[in-house]
Structures are given as structure tokens and as C-alpha cells.
């Protein structure tokens, strides 16, 4: 992997990845060029004992591009900068313009609540410069790049003693909000555990100290067995259908044997967890021939410094579809009980899922 | 409060209410006749220990109306027989066809996660008979039978030592999923707590067991003694944009002191109630002239039989526009997460909502 960091007018962080070298870019461009005036806060929710984070002046956005303006395309004339240089680089990641957490945020304005600055990072993850591609129909070998990406921005952002958790995700399909579409993630890191993967590691950890071995690692053994819901088996790595799904088309891609966070994959692991990866991105696709919409979260251990024999790294896929035609709404039970109700059994849908044949080597 | 019970030929129960007395009403109609014959099971979450409903039923519904039929109308014509009954009821409560949770649910198929059968009640809560009305457009007396209406439920259906908890709410809008434009909501009856309330409750309960009150009393207090963030303030009940809303336009309805159920209600909190949520409803609607959609959940003390001194009754609003054309999608950081992020600032929202003027008692 070859990677070059540059700082943008603005003081914005800027690294290419490649997996060739890098040569002649000199500059990192970007359409703003004034730092950012202020910075978000936090404010803890009292009946949930949670953070929630104000970036009011995501509102500020007056810069309103034409449609076919794409800041994530490159830099082709200098009088209109996008976010990206020319030059060979895979995979470009840059500070988001307008962050819900930032580093050295400044104090929060007083409230009847307890309040915090809004410690942390927001990155955008440009997966390839070709705005008509997809993170499913990139070679094996640039997958495997962008999984290495993920690890360098865990080892560097976690690095900070203020960030606890990063969370690198995908939002894809308009049903999910997204205006972009060129192909990216986002990568958020927080100053503390959040309250998802705080209670996957509460879970976790009590397990293994009950058992001495990982939850999801029982989990996926048992998957394997029963073998009814499996899409993808390789050597290292599997996807699944889990048996407990939330949404109907929920997926699970994770190394078989437990990897706390993307810092820790095998080259063979990194390799087959590529495959796995694609494997199910291109039976999305071809399901109902057209791209697939989904919110791709790849869950690992807290970056607090200590040792997380519990945590085991996986991606969970969450599609908003039911069925071809028909989305599924979070609503009452799910938003307000947070208690899922499905009317799709995971193993019709998983059937679904395995009777689609791809080739990920073409 | 005028209750008539009655049974449907399917076996479901339909509870009429009225303000005045109920006569002439003998049947319970139906647009099915058999039972269902398969119900609900559970299953077990392994990362975050909570369970999923699955009730694979629900896709079988092969009943096609056409769209101009109204299952919630009255029936008019016998041969066409919708789910209620003529006659001068202003609420009906019904079991919901196609429950996500049922009473006397089978054991669960075997599955290689811990599963339960699914066991509950879903109800369908009819507002009124109008259906070109809305909650907030109905008189105050008849928004004050239906808090009678919803303590009457869960009274009832809470009784049942295998329900612990017993949750409201209302889908409003076609952007929340809703098709069937009737004014109606549904309760949900679960057999264990579920994980948000749960949460609720034991973040109440440490606030409780440390200082003797409850958080959301105190919370209500401070939001008073502030006053940027109120919407109404009444004697006994208070609407207010909470410090730190995880919605652009999040309400919180509440008697000012704590009340563990609606069973609990006083006859002057319950009129206050009443009236705190129709100003905040009728304030929606004319934000933007429009029906203002929404998810209202009203959270309440467990029925697991215990004294809840630390629980508070009241209700939250999520809709989900974030300005009038802009819809809030959650997405990586609040699914994944559970760590919201907000653009708009909670005093920014409530000052909209404050220079509304509406009059309850028109």
C-alpha cells in the first residue's frame, strides 16, 4: 500500500492509497477555503443517558453546487476545485467539510443538560475515482486496499487518547438518504463507545468471561453448522444471513476466527474477507438487477488502549427493502421499543440470497 | 366512559368507548372469518441480547381490498363487512389481524438461537369515526377518553401476568409508512420490557434510588424554570422541545409531576393532558399547513406489578422532516451508532413552534 498525505487550503487532512506508487500530485484541492468558524457540541440525553451531537452549522451550507457539480470527482479545471487531485491513487480519504464531531472542538454552549465539546473525526472514504462504480464491483484487489484504508485510519485516528470507537460505514441508495453518488463511506470516531457497540461489548464481554471464547465466534460455528443461511463460506472468511435478523436482507461478513479490529487481519484473512465482501455485494445487485440500497457498519473493538479478546470485527448489512417494491419502515416497536418485528423468516431470504450466482474473479 | 365488548366471528375482541351511553350495537363485524392459524415466534438477538419478533404471516395476507376500502370505516353494507360496527362509539380498539405479538402463541421452531414464543398483544386503536379528522383535531373531551381509552388498556391488557409492558403509539404519515389514513393508533404488549424502555428504566431507577426523585421530574422542572424550550404550560401538564432532542422537531408531553401510568392519571391531569396535547398537535399541523407526520410513543411504568415510583408517563414526538422539504434520514451514525446527530439546535425548533398561535378551544 502506498498512501501521501496532504493538507488541504483549508486545513483539512487529505491521504491517498494506492497500490502503486504515488507520483506528481503536489497539491490537495478543496471547494472551500476558509477554515471552519465553529465547531460541534455534545449534549447528554437525561431518560437515555446518551450523547447526542449539535453541528448547527451544518445549516450554514451556503456552497449550493450545481447538479452536476460532484466534489468527489478529481480536479480537472483549478478555477473549480472539487475535493480530489488528479493522479493514480485507489482510495482517498479527507476531513468531512462539515463534521459532527471534530478534534478540538471547542466548549459547549451552557444548557439544563450536561453538555461536552464534540470531540472526535468525520472522514469521507472515496473508494475509487470511476463515479459509475461500486464498492461490489471493484477488483479483489482494491477491496483488499480499501480494507488495509480501514485499518491505517483505525490505527491513526484511534491513536488519539480522545477517541474510544471508530465506526468506518456506508449509507448507499437514495432510500437511505444519500444525495452522492459516487461511490464513498464515511468514517466517525467518538470520544466514547456508543450506545450500540457499547452494548455489543457489554454483551460480549460478559460471554467470554463466561465461556473464554467470542459470542459472535460461537455464533458464526454455529451458523456454519447448520449451514441454512450461509451465502458465502471461504477458508477465512464467512457472510450469512444471521438467524436473529433485524431487517430482511440483513447479511453478516466477518473473519471466521475472532480479529479484534481491521489492525489485526491476517493478509490471507484480509484476502478472503475481500472476497466474502464482494461475494455479497454482487448478489445484492443481481437480485433485483439494479443497485441494491443498504447501511454497511463494520463493528470492531474500542480503541481505549486495552487488550478486547471479546471483540470480534464484522460488518452487519442493513437493507432498507423488504421486498422489490415495498421498504421497510422503522416505526413504532422498532424506533420507540427498539424491538424488531420481521415479517420475513432469515432463512427464505437467505435462500434468496444463495440461489444468485456470481463470479467475483471476472 | 361507556366500554361495550364484543367478540368478532374470527374470535378477535373489539372494545367500543363512548362519552355518551352505547346502545343498539349487538354485532362485531369482521372482513375475516376464520382464525389465523399460525402465530408469532421469538427469537434472540446474540450481539445485543434483545429479541426480534417473526411473524411470517403477516406476508400471507391474500386479502387484496381495492384501494378505495377502508377497513376502519363503518360497516355499511353486511355483505362488505369492514372492522367496525355503526353506532355512536367515538373510540374502538380491536386485535390487530396480523400480530406481531399474540396471546397463547405456539412454542417457536427450533433455531440455533434462544427463541420463545411470541407471545403478547397488538391492538389497533381507531380515534374516531371521521376519517378525514385527526388526533389533534378532535375536541378536547374526546382526546380526554382516549388517555381513559389507553389507561383502560393498560389496565386490561397489562393484567396479564405474562405482559410487562404496554406501549401506544401512533404512526402518522405516509413518510413514517402509514397507508391507511384513518386517524388510528396501535398498542404493542410485550412479555419482557423491551430494550429502550428498558434502558429508561434503569437509568430512572439509579437517578431515583440516588436522589429520591425522578429524572424526568427534575428534567421538567429545569425545562420550566428555563423556559426557552416550552410549547405549552398548563397547571398540570407541560410540552416542550427537549435541551437535547435527538429530532429537529422532538416534543415531550408530560404531567408536570410524575404519574407511573395512565391508570394513574387524576381528572385534572388527565383535562391538562388533553389539552397540552392537542395545542402541540394543532401546532404541528399548522407549521406548514400541512398534516405533520410524526411518531408518538407514550412511555409508562413496566406492568410487571411492581411500584414504579421512578417512572414518569408521558409522550415523545419524532417526526421526521428536518425543514419543510427535507426529510431526516437516520443513517451510519444513528442506526449503527445509536449516537444521533442534529443540524438544527432545540431552541432553534421550539421558537418555531412557540410563535404559532392556535386555540384548543375553537
Partial sequence: MHTLQLTKPDGRSLTLYSRAPLEGIADAPSPF?????????????????EWITYAAYRQDRTFLPPPEY???????????????????WDVAVFDNRFPSLAPGADEAPPSIVETAPGTGKCEVVVFTQDRLSSLGRLPLSHIELLLQVWADRTAKVGAGTD???????????AEVGVTLHHPHGQIYAYPSVPPVPARMQQVAQAYYERTGRGVLQDHIAKEIEDAQRLVYRGEYAVVFVP???????????ATIDPVATFCDLSGPQRADLARALKTVLMKYDALWHRPFPYLMAW???????????????????????????????????????????????????????????????A
Fill in 299 to 361: 463493528y470492531q473493538a474500542p480503541t481505549d488502549g486495552r487488550p478486547h479478546p471479546e471483540s470480534h470485527l464484522h460488518a452487519e448489512f442493513y437493507p432498507p427493502y423488504r421486498t422489490r417494491e415495498r421498504l421497510k419502515y422503522l416505526a413504532g416497536t422498532e424506533i420507540a421499543a427498539g424491538w424488531f418485528a420481521m415479517d420475513a423468516l432469515p432463512e427464505d431470504k437467505a435462500l434468496e440470497l444463495q440461489q444468485i450466482h456470481v463470479d467475483v474473479d
Fill in 243 to 253: 438467524a436473529a435478523a433485524r431487517y430482511p436482507y440483513e447479511v453478516w461478513v
Fill in 70 to 88: 460532484n466534489p468527489l470527482a478529481v480536479t480537472v479545471d483549478p478555477a473549480a476545485p472539487t475535493e480530489l487531485p488528479q493522479g493514480a
Fill in 33 to 49: 477555503l476558509e477554515p471552519l468558524g465553529r465547531s460541534p457540541h455534545l449534549r447528554r440525553h437525561p431518560l437515555r443517558d
Fill in 163 to 173: 477517541i474510544q470507537y471508530v465506526l468506518p460505514f456506508e449509507n448507499r441508495g
